[in-house]
């Protein structure tokens, strides 16, 4: 390609919406433009790139006998009613009417679509297993989109969708894709790792996320290095300590103006663990058959050295959602905001305990009387509720496996997979007859990838104060031909070798000075960079730099330049394949 035939165009400066450098280096090099919030368009650059790590997912798809196919963006509502999920999923699920008033929806993922094509195409065992995939644009309308194609709206995303006979299947299709997926990151040149996660919508019971740690990610996630317990904090476990003793007579003392916990314990010079702290909230059920909702209050105890972790209470709950409690739903239930507790509430009110709770003895809670708080609580004899470890994991924690310290750091989540099971296979009447003769659901896997995040992630794994540093199996060409001739015929002849021998080639022809020339591709970053200047080609040479080590060059020989850059390509395509992760699945 020639750059002055390119149809986007470098920036010197990043505009003020890039919140990461690898957002503003793919902005300012060229490869995206936003249309609007969590919108963007891939300019040839970004597309190229894109359609590169297609091609990797491809590869790794194909090996594993998946068959790629397209499913719709635009669903009817009728098969998201059939699961429950047209009414359960929030307002980040697009619906609208057609012409005619039907309900439709814009296809936030396609485990309906899957499923109702399955019921279709699989009537026999003979028919299993089965796996399909397909590389297409998703829509979700994302309240927060931030950091560039880290989180969006619209995205184009590898979903695939796996069939079985039985549980034993499923295993195996999961097994495949969790060491599928570590070779398609390592031949993106991202690194990655899995953890256990939480399944939200996407129901099952087994569940890995593929994350990639950097500061700019959203998830927390929790990981032992003695015992190599990794999992996001949603899930996370950790070693609680409980203080048990004999239970004491409960009694009432006046706390003045001790709303907080620490406020509390400085007071009564009492340790935090000693205290039992209530967290309102109000949880959304939703009638998955008639989109009918119900509010309940939510009273959730749990030791005041502990937070609560709103996505295990959720789960508890088996909730659509949860929100904070507002100070008149709280007071409606008999509770006093400040001094709040389990102890004397409405029973119309849900009341889960954590397991820290549970199993300590004499704590301090609110006394649900301003001013007022008691002392020597305890579970089951003063208040009853569901006990569930609804705890929140952080650094200093003590591993659930080993007891060593847990360290949290920040990830990106690039890819997921799911056991579903017979969720939506059940719940649309997907069923095969078996060898027995009897009718059985089919058993299912979700497997996704986000492909435009991950080129976001390895623009910010990959990038220096110059520009980008693109892999060269991702990176849109191989070579950056930087032509400072006065004689452009010099150049054009070899940027055509270069083409004709299969070099993948971007020949910057443009007239211009060497800084403009050399800052562009710095900024745009592709693996091998050749110059050619009228001093190098007197002497028969031109210059080679590699990008990932700009204070390093040398020279070839133009008489054998093309299979001397083939030689260099070989050899980073090489270091790809020699640093291939590949982890099975315990």
């Not at 109702?116 to 995939?133: A, C, D, F, H, M």
């Not at 899930?235 to 007579?249: L, S, T």
């Not at 996704?448 to 990038?463: D, H, P, Q």
Request: glycine residues 8%.
């Amino acid at each position: 390609m020639r750059m002055s035939k390119m149809f986007s165009q470098t920036l010197r400066e990043a505009p003020q919406a890039a919140d990461c450098k690898g957002y503003e280096f793919l902005l300012r090099a060229g490869f995206i433009r936003q249309m609007g919030a969590g919108i963007f368009s891939l300019l040839p650059l970004g597309y190229r790139s894109t359609s590169k790590i297609e091609n990797i997912i491809r590869e790794e798809m194909d090996d594993l006998d998946g068959q790629e196919i397209l499913m719709p963006l635009v669903n009817p509502a009728d098969i998201w009613k059939e699961t429950g999920r047209y009414y359960s999923i929030d307002k980040e699920m697009s619906r609208f009417n057609d012409r005619t008033g039907r309900d439709m929806v814009l296809a936030m993922t396609h485990e309906e679509d899957a499923t109702s094509l399955g019921r279709s195409e699989i009537n026999s065992y003979k028919k299993l297993p089965q796996l399909v995939y397909q590389i297409q644009t998703k829509w979700r309308d994302d309240p927060r989109p931030r950091a560039g194609l880290i989180r969006v709206r619209e995205f184009t995303m590898k979903d695939s969708y796996s069939f079985d006979r039985d549980q034993a299947g499923l295993d195996e299709q999961y097994k495949k894709h969790y060491a599928s997926y570590f070779r398609i990151f390592s031949k993106a040149g991202l690194p990655v790792i899995v953890v256990g996660a939480d399944s939200g919508m996407m129901g099952g019971k087994v569940s890995h996320e593929y994350m990639y740690l950097s500061p700019i990610g959203e998830d927390t996630i929790m990981t032992c290095s003695e015992c190599g317990y990794t999992a996001n904090r949603q899930v996370a476990q950790f070693k609680k300590e409980y203080f048990k003793e004999e239970p004491k007579e409960m009694e009432k003392i006046e706390t003045p103006d001790c709303k907080t916990i620490e406020a509390l314990c400085k007071f009564l010079n009492i340790e935090q663990r000693q205290t039992c702290k209530a967290v309102f909230m109000v949880a959304t059920f939703i009638n998955d058959k008639t989109g009918e909702e119900e509010e309940k209050l939510v009273v959730a105890q749990i030791r005041g050295d502990l937070d609560v972790e709103e996505s295990k209470l959720q789960n508890v709950l088996k909730a659509n959602s949860l929100r904070p409690a507002h100070e008149e739903e709280i007071t409606a239930a008999g509770i006093v905001p400040g001094f709040g507790s389990a102890i004397g509430c409405s029973p119309k009110a849900i009341v889960i305990v954590d397991d820290s709770v549970a199993k300590s003895n004499n704590l301090v809670s609110g006394a649900n009387e301003a001013g007022y708080h008691l002392t020597n609580t305890n579970f089951k004899r003063d208040y009853t509720g569901k006990v569930a470890d609804i705890a929140s994991a952080r650094d200093g924690f003590k591993c659930i496996d080993c007891g060593h310290t847990l360290t949290q750091n920040k990830g990106v989540e690039v890819g997921n997979i799911f056991q579903l099971g017979t969720r939506y296979s059940e719940a649309m009447n997907c069923y095969f007859t078996d060898i027995d003769g009897k009718a059985k659901p089919v058993v299912m896997g979700s497997y996704g990838i986000g492909v435009g995040r991950l080129l976001a992630c390895l623009a910010e794994e990959y990038n220096d104060e110059r520009g980008l540093s693109l892999p060269i199996s991702v990176a849109p060409y191989q070579v950056h031909f930087v032509s400072l001739m006065k004689d452009q015929s010099i150049g054009d002849k070899i940027y055509a070798d270069l083409k004709a021998a299969g070099v993948d080639v971007l020949y910057d022809d443009r007239k211009g000075s060497a800084g403009v020339k050399f800052a562009d591709a710095d900024l745009i970053g592709l693996p091998i960079r050749i110059t050619l200047g009228n001093k190098s080609y007197k002497e028969g040479k031109a210059e080679i730099k590699l990008r990932s080590n700009l204070d390093e060059s040398f020279s070839y020989s133009l008489d054998t330049l093309v299979d001397d850059v083939k030689n260099e390509i070989k050899k980073l395509q090489d270091e790809i394949t020699a640093n291939i992760v590949v982890k099975e699945l315990d």
